[in-house]
């Protein structure tokens, strides 16, 4: 029986009008991958590997910090000088994200000197060669590559490139241009997010980094990674992101093709949120809070992780409804499937990503909260305990039970849990265990904001938001009615008093805004 109910299940599955069209999108990549191979289609089709690189544009000179750019990969496997894929973004300094089949590319980075909206031949700024095969990037994941910029160069080969005509993304100080986004952008539409499962390569043309944000960085603000499960989107979390305090709390969220290798997704999570090598979070702790099989690749990620001094700290991770033990259903859908997703794969129970999810234990230090749900309201059910999606026995896997620190159960369907106000609650009351690396006497001036004042073009862009944001934290540092609490504010208070020069802009900025503004409130 339980073999027909797992079968009639697939068949449901087989049948969606989304399986079938990209299905049929599927056996057309094929087709012309026979006929007319190249490296752009390849990376579409679902049963081929890709890899994520990481980069960053390195701008010295501070030329090109608010002009447009682009950088693209360039392949000769198939036919010569094939632009593979490309990201657009604005002002350098900021991290780029490529995906990219196996193979050896020329990275060209170019600069729209004339907002023609078009980067031509003569508009190269930077070069950079990389390989991608299982020798130099065994996990799928090439980070670190920086591309210096330079002055202007030509680059016979390269074609011209026109900027997509598309609404111009916010900018960001600290973030890649259009991390920042609203809940109701349509970049986390449902299209989008079927989009991810089915063909991700088209998924990471739109969302190439998988960092977003809902606000610039303020760097006393506890950061919480919401990480939601397959087929799904930041939206899930929508309940729980507007009952968030973000006084206290700035949300994070990965956002991801779900439909691709769970082994490389949890490689790049670990790469950008936990490696401090991306985000470099110092001593303030984050939150985990992942959904359904958000939950298996930060698990796996966790794997990765050391818990060393130069990782980000990790005070808090809640899994909710998540499979740890696989899906029954995947094994089927593996076996008789049109098309075979790669997390379909992993999430079955009899393959090795499963199989090896546990085999290392949580850190001591993390704080690993295991939320189940139970209520399974179908007519057709997978088994008689289950969410309606996730068996039980699955999300509490014994070896998961084992290293949780808490567990809990909500009568709540697979994706009711998010919206269930006693489980909200519940993550609340646990968030609020986890300590701010800053002292609260330090905090309730840093809430107190900046200065409302116009400043000049003289003034960086990070220093005119610092006056603007925390410019009352920095006046109570410098003037002694708080004290500082770590060796690099220390350093900041013998640059205010003379007794060592400035290192960083954004301190030559604040020693310019005393001297311009000597009567503003100091207290």
């Known amino acids: 029986m339980k073999n027909i109910i797992i079968c009639l299940l697939l068949i449901h599955a087989l049948c969606s009008c989304s399986y079938i069209k990209h299905t049929l999108i599927q056996a057309e990549y094929a087709r012309i991958q026979k006929a007319d191979p190249g490296q752009i289609n390849l990376k579409h089709m679902i049963d081929r590997e890709t890899y994520f690189v990481i980069g960053q544009t390195i701008d010295k000179g501070g030329g090109y910090s608010n002009l447009p750019l682009a950088v693209a990969a360039y392949s000769n496997k198939f036919k010569p000088h094939e632009r593979v894929d490309t990201m657009y973004f ?13 193979g050896d590319y020329q990275l060209l980075v170019f600069v729209d000197r004339d907002k023609n909206q078009i980067f031509d031949q003569t508009e190269v700024i930077g070069q950079k060669a990389i390989s991608l095969n299982p020798m130099t990037s065994p996990d799928k994941v090439l ?33 890649p241009t259009g991390s920042i986004r609203r809940l109701d952008d349509p ?39 919401f990480v939601h499960g397959i087929g799904g989107s930041v939206r899930a979390f929508e309940p729980i992101v507007n009952r968030l305090d973000r006084e206290r709390y700035k949300p994070w969220f990965f956002y991801y093709p ?21 985000v470099k979070l110092g001593e303030m702790p984050m939150i985990i809070i992942a959904h359904s099989m958000g939950g298996l690749i930060v698990r796996e990620a966790l794997n990765k992780y050391d818990n ?22 995947a094994a089927s859908g593996e076996k008789h499937g049109l098309i075979v997703l790669p997390s379909w794969h992993d999430l079955n129970p009899e393959n090795h990503f499963i199989k090896k999810l546990f085999r ?64 909200i609650n519940y993550i609340f009351k646990c968030m609020d265990r986890v300590k701010n690396f800053y002292p609260e006497s ?75 503004y000597p009567d503003i409130d100091r207290n």
Do not use: C
């Open 90 to 102: 604005a002002g350098a300094g900021t991290h780029f994200g490529l995906n990219l089949p196996e």
């Open 143 to 175: 980070d670190r590559i920086e591309i210096q910029l330079s002055s202007p160069f030509r680059v016979d080969w390269a074609e011209a490139i026109s900027k997509p005509n598309i609404a111009e993304p916010q900018q960001s100080l600290f973030f």
């Open 187 to 225: 970049l986390f539409s449902e299209n989008i997010a079927t989009l991810g499962m089915y063909d991700p390569a088209s998924f990471l043309e739109k969302a190439p980094t998988m960092f977003y944000a809902l606000e610039e960085d303020l760097g006393f603000k506890i950061p919480v990674v």
């Open 258 to 278: 779900s439909g691709g290798n769970l082994d490389q997704l949890a490689e790049f999570f670990h790469r950008i949120f936990l490696s401090g090598r991306v």
């Open 308 to 329: 060393s001094q130069q990782e980000n700290k990790i005070g808090l991770l809640v899994t909710i409804a998540t499979p740890f033990a696989g899906h029954p259903a």
């Open 360 to 423: 290392k234990s949580l850190p001591k230090t993390i704080e690993h909260q295991l939320i189940y749900a139970y209520d399974n309201p179908a007519t057709l059910k997978i088994s008689k305990n289950s969410d309606g999606v996730v068996p039980l026995s699955s999300q509490l896997r014994l070896e998961a039970q084992q290293q949780a620190t808490g567990q809990l159960g909500f009568e709540s369907s697979h994706t009711g849990i998010l919206e269930n106000e006693e489980m």
């Open 442 to 516: 330090h905090l309730e001036a840093l809430r107190r904001g900046g200065y409302d004042v116009e400043l000049t073009d003289d003034y960086s862009p990070v220093g005119q938001y610092i006056i603007k944001s925390v410019g009352r934290y920095y006046m109570a540092i410098s003037n002694g009615t708080l004290k500082p609490f770590f060796p690099e504010q220390e350093r900041f208070l013998r640059v205010i008093k003379g007794e060592e020069s400035p290192k960083y802009e954004a301190v030559e900025d604040w020693l310019r805004f005393l001297k311009e």
